[in-house]
Nanobody, 116 residues
Framework: QVQLVESGGGLVQPGGSLRLSCAAS????????MSWYRQAPGKERELVAT????????NTADSVKGRFTISRDNSKNTVYLQMNSLRPEDTAVYYC?????????WGQGTQVTVPS
């Protein structure tokens, strides 16, 4: 079955960095677009970044542009989110997501906390 497992979250001071990973299994990873989303307390889930199947094309939300970078390693079935210059407003649960046909898959999320 399809599984998406995020890791790498934690507590980091403002200005710090984290790299999130999402390990995928149960499908042909290299054939599907992957995305990172986040949901802060009391807010709706929002798209952070998306990466094409080959990794050559990416899109990043304006709120994180220049600070966050999405990448993927198809040999490891893993998508990454490198987060630099973290701010308190980046505090959220971060999820990876993929859509396979009519099915929508999400990981369980990983918490990122940047104290003010």
């Amino acid at each position: 079955q399809v599984q998406l497992v995020e890791s790498g979250g934690g507590l980091v001071q403002p200005g710090g960095s984290l790299r999130l990973s999402c390990a995928a299994s149960g499908f042909t990873f290299s054939s599907y677009t992957m995305s990172w989303y986040r949901q802060a307390p009391g807010k709706e889930r929002e798209l952070v970044a998306t990466i094409s199947t080959t990794g050559r094309s990416t899109n990043t939300a304006d709120s994180v542009k220049g600070r966050f970078t999405i990448s993927r390693d198809n040999s490891k079935n893993t998508v990454y989110l490198q987060m630099n210059s973290l701010r308190p407003e980046d505090t959220a649960v971060y999820y990876c997501r993929t859509i396979l046909g009519a099915n929508d898959y999400w990981g369980q999320g990983t918490q990122v906390t940047v104290p003010s």
